[in-house]
Every structure is written in structure tokens, then in C-alpha cells.
């Protein structure tokens, strides 16, 4: 609103819970507005006057990695605006997640990167318009009108995200989009106010059901507090592919006679101990994992969503039950 404070980088993006299903109109403030959830990195940019700012979720800056981004923010839009949106990189006929992770390590490279697989800007939101006035507070369907305005003669790597207030649609995205990148949809109420650091949209993940085997467990065998799970490559090799969510108590209770009885693990168990950080890196800041290695002979059934890059899954799975009817060798492989 005028009169209000200029926003200054950095702030703290307005986050989404997850659902587990989609949701319905009435579970957001004047019904539920729903957009894709595109699988890649949060940005909040700010087009200031000698320069365009962007910042992480975390806060962290990331316009030295996009210098791509940052040229085509800083010729399409005025100074002045703030946006939030999602930065992706096309591969082909899908997002890459691997290619934006690969900026952050380029160093003086980072320029030959962005001219061989420019990136692109998603944007779902304005937070100020070029005269300073803020938005915050304003309703989602006012922001989103402005920002539509904004964006009717930008570039194509400046995209205005997708938004519909029909089930069905989203629905087909779920269904037709997530092998492109798409990997949920993202609920909002129409109504709502853009509330930083708040929690106050709902996320529904793309998920399906598959198996993996356990290679090991954080915490003791007796309560298990994580499972880590892997599968074979071509070559016969058991790949660490992924970590559960924490186990619940029954699931605990359930794993903990299994695991005890299977002995101590093998000597020429694959994996090292503890874990290196680039392997169990699920959070801002990775450390190595301490874990206890099992005979990776039992079978999880899991619930994944469509982040699975480099033969393994970024997201923490959901584990189901044990499939002991199951062998490990009759798991699906990792393709070659």
C-alpha cells in the first residue's frame, strides 16, 4: 500500500503446507485459486535501479549464478518491482533440476552455462509495482492482475505461470505435466494477503507407489528412525537412491523384529559410513550421515513424487510397508 516501506532483499517467501489431496474450493479464503508447482528454485526478484537482485528461499543471493535471468529482468521490467516465482531450466521436453544445481558449482563458467540452457523466470506473484507501492496486503486477485498486466509484453523467458480456478484442469496438469517437471499444484486463496514466511497455501504432490530396497536405517535397529533405501544398477551395484521420512511407531514397531533378526550386514556392504554429505543432502546446509547398515534383502513400498534425478529421489519418500513377498532382486533397476 502507498506510504508503506519499500521492500529490501532479503525477505521471507510466503510457503506452502503440504495436503495430500487436491483442495477444495473451500479450504482458501474466497475459494481456492490453483497453478502448477513447477520442480525448481524459488526466487524472489527485485528489479532495483542499478541492479536486479535475486534471493533464495533461504535468503540467499543467486543472481551471480543467473546472469541470463538478471539481463532479461533488467531490459523487460521496471525498477521498482518485486516478484516471486520459481526459476527453471528446459531440457529437451522437461525441467532440469541437475542444470540449475549445476550453476551454483560453475564458477567462471556460469556465463557459458547460461547461453548453452538459458533459464527461465516463473512468476506466480508481484509483491511492488515500479512507483514502490506494496502489495502485501492487497487480495491474490488483485496482485495477480497487476502482474498480469506487467508481464503482457515480457520476453519468453519471463513467464506468467499458469492459474485456474477449475479442478479438472489441475487435475490434467497432475496427469499430463509431470513428466514436463511438474510436480504438484499449489492451492491459494483468492482472497488471501501475501504473508511472508507464513505458511498459508496448500501444496498437493504428484505421487505414485514403488519399491525400493533397505541398505540402512538412521537411529538403533530396535527403533528405526529413517530408512535407506536403494536399488541395483545394470551392473548388479546396490545404489543408494534415497531416505524416508521419520517411520511412525507402528511402522517402528513393524521393522524393528525384521531388521534385528537379518544379522550383522555384510563386510563388502556398498555404501560408506557415515554417508557423505552429497549423498544424504536434503537440507540447506548437508553433513555426513551416521547410519547402521543392514543386509539389503527387505523390500519397502514407497510413495514418491516425480523429483528423481541421477538415479535417486530428492524429495524424502513416504514409506508404506514391507513387501516380503517380494525379493530385492525383483525391484525395479536403475536404467543405464
Not at 483442495?23 to 528454485?41: H, I, N, T, Y
Not at 506494496?134 to 499458469?162: I, M
Not at 534415497?242 to 550383522?264: K, N, T, V, Y
Request: glycine residues 10%.
Amino acid at each position: 500500500m502507498i506510504g508503506s516501506p519499500m521492500l529490501r532483499p532479503p525477505i521471507e517467501p510466503m510457503l506452502a503446507r503440504a495436503v495430500n489431496a487436491l483442495p477444495q474450493p473451500a479450504a482458501c479464503s474466497g475459494g481456492c485459486v490453483l497453478e502448477p508447482k513447477f520442480d525448481g528454485f524459488r526466487a524472489v526478484v527485485f528489479r532495483e535501479p542499478e541492479q536486479v537482485y535475486v534471493q533464495s528461499r533461504a535468503g540467499r543471493p543467486l543472481h551471480g549464478y543467473f546472469p541470463d535471468i538478471v539481463s532479461v529482468v533488467r531490459a523487460a521490467l521496471p525498477a521498482g518491482v518485486v516478484l516471486d516465482g520459481e526459476l527453471i531450466i528446459w531440457a529437451g521436453d522437461r525441467t532440469d533440476f541437475g542444470q540449475l544445481q549445476r550453476r551454483l558449482g560453475a564458477g567462471a563458467t556460469v556465463g557459458r552455462l547460461a547461453r548453452q540452457q538459458p533459464a527461465h523466470l516463473v512468476v506466480f506473484d508481484l509483491l511492488q509495482r515500479a512507483d514502490g507501492t506494496t502489495l502485501l496486503a492487497r487480495p491474490l486477485r488483485e496482485r495477480r492482475a497487476a502482474l498480469t498486466e506487467l508481464l503482457a509484453d515480457a520476453p519468453p523467458e519471463l513467464v506468467l505461470c499458469p492459474q485456474t480456478t477449475d479442478r479438472d484442469e489441475a487435475t490434467e496438469w497432475l496427469g499430463g505435466w509431470h513428466a514436463a517437471g511438474v510436480e504438484g499444484v499449489v492451492a491459494k486463496g483468492a482472497t488471501s494477503r501475501y504473508l511472508p514466511g507464513r505458511r498459508g497455501w496448500l501444496k498437493f504432490r504428484h505421487r505414485s507407489t514403488t519399491e525400493a530396497i533397505i541398505g540402512g536405517v538412521t537411529g538403533p535397529l530396535a527403533q528405526p528412525e529413517t530408512l535407506l533405501l536403494g536399488r541395483y544398477d545394470a551392473a548388479g551395484r546396490l545404489r543408494y537412491a534415497g531416505r524416508s521420512h521419520p517411520l511412525g511407531a507402528g511402522q517402528r514397531r513393524d521393522l524393528a523384529p525384521l531388521l534385528e533378526r537379518m544379522g550383522p550386514p555384510p563386510a563388502d556392504h556398498p555404501w560408506p559410513q557415515p554417508l557423505p554429505a552429497a549423498w544424504s543432502g536434503q537440507l540447506p546446509r548437508p553433513e555426513p550421515l551416521p547410519y547402521h547398515p543392514v543386509t539389503p534383502t527387505l523390500v519397502a513400498e514407497i510413495s514418491v513424487d516425480t523429483a528423481f534425478e541421477q538415479h535417486r529421489w530428492r524429495h524424502r519418500v513416504h514409506h508404506l510397508r514391507v513387501r516380503l513377498d517380494l525379493g530385492a532382486h525383483e525391484v525395479p533397476r536403475l536404467p543405464e
